[in-house]
């Protein structure tokens, strides 16, 4: 097992990847890299620099992206969407650490949608949700 991962690390530092980039691809590592600029961009109200144009995406306040980190990135398919059928995306990631320190009740954003454009990623929308009072 030992040698399997230093086998791994190896092969991800001579090709010049990230860890992200050997799991996901170098399209879900872009996303990753994304969504870690969209929520460091929280503070500073950077966020809308990165919406799509025409996009209904809600940031809310900076703090309720305190703790959060890029999840797990996923191709966005309207047709099995549930959440946004009609949304015009690319891309879809979940939000890890959404409503762990949220008060019960307090809204947090949970999923993050994005656009393919000519110059690369944009927010279509944003998920919100109810941290659980039980």
């Keep these: 097992m030992l040698a399997?991962?230093?086998?791994?690390?190896?092969?991800?530092?001579?090709?010049g990847c990230s860890i992200d980039g050997v799991v996901w691809g170098p399209d879900?590592?872009?996303?990753?890299?994304?969504?870690?600029?969209?929520?460091?961009?929280?503070?500073?109200?950077?966020?809308d620099s990165l919406a799509c144009e025409r996009s209904a995406a809600v940031f809310g306040e900076a703090d309720v992206w305190d703790g959060l980190s890029?999840?797990?990135?996923?191709?966005?398919?309207?047709?099995?969407?549930v959440d946004r059928p009609a949304l015009d995306?690319?891309?879809?990631i979940n939000l890890e650490?959404?409503?762990?320190?949220?008060?019960?009740?307090?809204?947090?954003p949970t999923d993050v949608f994005y656009r393919e454009t000519e110059t690369g990623l944009c927010v279509a929308d944003v998920i919100w949700q109810t941290v659980d009072v039980g």
């Design 4 to 15: 399997l991962t230093v086998v791994g690390v190896s092969l991800v530092a001579l090709a």
């Design 97 to 108: 650490g959404a409503g762990l320190s949220g008060t019960p009740g307090e809204e947090v």
């Design 70 to 81: 890029a999840g797990e990135p996923e191709q966005f398919d309207p047709e099995t969407s």
């Design 28 to 47: 879900g590592a872009r996303v990753i890299d994304t969504t870690e600029q969209l929520i460091a961009g929280a503070p500073s109200g950077d966020q």
């Design 89 to 92: 995306a690319t891309w879809r």
